[in-house]
């Protein structure tokens, strides 16, 4: 794996995962300026896929990559508008608008604090301890933000880490894509392919060695441009620069990271689409999932051009 992919890890993580996003920052929606620069999403610039049904047809399902934090907030090209206004539902990973405080708060004790009698130093190594405590000094951090930190599991920590990373850049998951789609979406109904209990225990579930070795790249100093990185790559529309920044040449069965949180995942979001479509085909569908799961081996639109479907990228 290169070292340009090991910097961004856990941006990819967070990129990957709606919940993430929602358990480190407030995914309220915030007003905008009419001055405020925005990035407008059209044609050219979208990871958008046209799926079509087996044989003759239509369009059945728009399916479109997203990041769930921008350094911007968003607007949509008439194209893309279009392509939304001819809907009938609106696919989500997740609805974060769902998800309040108070089950976030029970998630986050479920999986990610540590129990009573349990310490950190348990689950990581001395050096990822040290690097801890170094990271956790720096003036960014209030008291109780390290008391709290160092009562958490390792992915917990990343989380909190990338929140701080998020901060920097001046990214909000306020202006995250799927969120931007929800509010958008006029009375659409709205569907989720996951819960929040499954994206968290997804993070949880990754063993002990991946957290650590994910935290230790999070907390490496010249690390912290990670979420840049990914967005300038969505940002460009070029799939081959998107793949790189997120996959690194990983392919499925390669590195447990990437087979728990992005190939497994593509399977079952596939499947779950394959199912709207064949529940109602008189219904369009427009589909907002991570932009990690619609490119490189593996991803979602290959899932569905392998199942008979006609995809085909929007341009």
Partial sequence: MTAARLRTRWMVLACALVSACALV?????????DGVERHVLTRQNAFLYEVSSPGAGGVRLYLLGSLHALTKPLALGPDVADALD???ALVLELDVRNLSVEEAGELMLRYGVLMPGEDLSAALGPETLALLHARLAEPDFTPAERAMALRLRPWAIAALLAEKQLTQVDASTAYGVDLYFAEASDGLEVLELETADEQIYTMSSLSDAQ???ML?????A????GFTVIQDAWMSGSESALTEVIFGGQRPGEDEFFDVLFFARNERMAASLQE??????????????????VVGEGSVP??????????ERAR
């Fill in 302 to 311: 290959e899932l569905l051009r392998n199942a008979g479907y006609r995809v």
């Fill in 211 to 213: 957290a650590e070795e």
């Fill in 276 to 293: 709207y479509l064949e529940e109602n085909e008189d219904a369009v569908y427009f589909a907002v999932i991570g932009a990690g799961h």
């Fill in 25 to 33: 920052a407030s995914c309220a929606s915030v007003p905008v300026d």
């Fill in 86 to 88: 001819r809907a009938d």
């Fill in 216 to 220: 230790r790249e999070d907390l490496a």
């Fill in 222 to 225: 010249e690390n912290r441009g």
